[in-house]
């Protein structure tokens, strides 16, 4: 339950209580001096729908949704943003003149707007992503928007194809087989896969990458990712966690509730720092 009985945002998910949002909401608020009082709350797996109406009908005005509740927060949401209504997935709820509450999904935003602060993406790159789940349903079309050629490279080939098929009329978008790729390597890699997966019991085209190949992975801790570890062992020279996008995505969350954009470049440099 809440520890602030009087919260105003909130974030559903299941699990939440790792969540890093709560903090750097705390970070925005203090900073905008806006009251902003940010809970993570923990959704019964067959309860979002009851429970997230009841907190809009009451005290909140807004809501980050995560996993597992994006689909469903999406079929939730009264209206759409355009990009929620490509991504078919939200992660931002807001309640608007207190008459229906808008979805929205900032996650693609927030993966580009750190892939541009760490010099990792630019116009035309081709891009393996590996993983087809909600959150690289969230940023494919933030990736496609930069003109960059996308190959997916999932355990599931369904869930990929279900994807490509998706976005196909945004960009360049196609399931990643070996002959299907023409270059001669990637220039980016982003890791949309679950946290604790054995990189070394999966196929990655390790002769598609070069020196200058840059990884991300989506997920992000202390210790660091299953996947940074994997990255260290290939020798690869630019890699980033995904603690930025976290932060992004929530800016860009906390703009749409606030229409203020807060400052986010020493609270990334602050979480880097903090062990969790
Ligand atoms: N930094 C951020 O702001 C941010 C935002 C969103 C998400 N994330 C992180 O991104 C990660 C993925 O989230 P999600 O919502 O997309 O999860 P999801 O919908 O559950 O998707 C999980 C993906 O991992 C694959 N997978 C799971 N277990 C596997 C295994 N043992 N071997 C190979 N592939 C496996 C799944 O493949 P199948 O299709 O075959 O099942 C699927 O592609 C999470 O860890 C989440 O915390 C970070």
Same mark, same amino acid.
């Given at each position: 339950?809440?520890?602030?009985?009087?919260?105003?945002?909130?974030?559903?998910?299941?699990?939440?209580?790792?969540?890093?949002?709560?903090?750097?909401?705390?970070?925005?608020?203090?900073?905008?001096?806006?009251?902003?009082?940010?809970?993570?709350?923990?959704?019964?797996?067959?309860?979002?729908?009851? /429970?997230?109406?009841?907190?809009?009908?009451?005290?909140?005005?807004?809501?980050?949704?995560?996993?597992?509740?994006?689909?469903?927060?999406?079929?939730?949401?009264?209206?759409?943003?355009?990009?929620?209504?490509?991504?078919?997935?939200?992660?931002?709820?807001?309640?608007?003149?207190?008459?229906?509450? /808008?979805?929205?999904?900032?996650?693609?935003?927030?993966?580009?707007?750190?892939?541009?602060?760490?010099?990792?993406?630019?116009?035309?790159?081709?891009?393996?992503?590996?993983?087809?789940?909600?959150?690289?349903?969230?940023?494919?079309?933030?990736?496609?928007?930069?003109?960059?050629?996308?190959?997916?490279?999932?355990?599931?080939?369904?869930?990929?194809? +279900?994807?490509? +098929?998706?976005?196909?009329?945004?960009?360049?978008?196609?399931?990643?087989?070996? +002959?299907?790729?023409?270059?001669?390597?990637?220039?980016?890699?982003?890791?949309?896969?679950?946290?604790?997966?054995?990189?070394?019991?999966?196929?990655?085209?390790?002769?598609?990458?070069?020196?200058?190949?840059?990884?991300?992975?989506?997920?992000?801790?202390?210790?660091?990712?299953?996947?940074?570890?994997?990255?260290?062992?290939? +020798?690869?020279?630019?890699?980033?966690?995904?603690?930025?996008?976290?932060?992004?995505?929530?800016?860009?969350?906390?703009?749409?509730?606030?229409?203020?954009?807060?400052?986010?470049?020493?609270?990334?440099?602050?979480?880097?720092?903090?062990?969790?």
């Amino acid at each position: 339950m809440p520890k602030n009985k009087n919260f105003n945002y909130a974030l559903f998910g299941n699990p939440v209580n790792h969540s890093r949002s709560p903090e750097i909401h705390d970070f925005f608020s203090k900073q905008t001096g806006i009251l902003h009082i940010y809970e993570a709350i923990n959704v019964p797996l067959d309860r979002f729908s009851l /429970l997230v109406s009841d907190f809009f009908k009451n005290n909140i005005s807004g809501a980050n949704v995560t996993s597992p509740f994006k689909k469903e927060a999406y079929f939730f949401s009264d209206k759409l943003s355009e990009r929620a209504q490509i991504a078919k997935s939200v992660n931002t709820l807001k309640k608007v003149d207190n008459q229906y509450v /808008l979805g929205d999904n900032t996650d693609g935003i927030g993966l580009l707007s750190d892939l541009k602060r760490l010099k990792f993406i630019k116009k035309n790159f081709s891009v393996l992503i590996l993983g087809a789940g909600g959150a690289v349903q969230g940023v494919l079309l933030s990736i496609l928007s930069m003109g960059c050629s996308v190959y997916i490279l999932n355990r599931t080939d369904l869930n990929a194809l +279900n994807l490509v +098929n998706q976005f196909k009329k945004y960009g360049n978008i196609k399931i990643f087989k070996t +002959n299907s790729f023409k270059k001669k390597y990637f220039d980016l890699v982003i890791n949309g896969l679950s946290r604790n997966i054995q990189y070394e019991n999966i196929f990655i085209p390790l002769n598609l990458f070069s020196s200058k190949t840059f990884f991300y992975d989506m997920n992000y801790g202390s210790d660091k990712t299953s996947f940074l570890n994997w990255c260290k062992k290939i +020798n690869a020279k630019y890699v980033s966690d995904g603690i930025g996008m976290l932060v992004f995505q929530a800016a860009h969350s906390f703009l749409e509730w606030h229409g203020i954009f807060p400052k986010i470049d020493y609270i990334i440099n602050l979480l880097n720092q903090k062990s969790f």
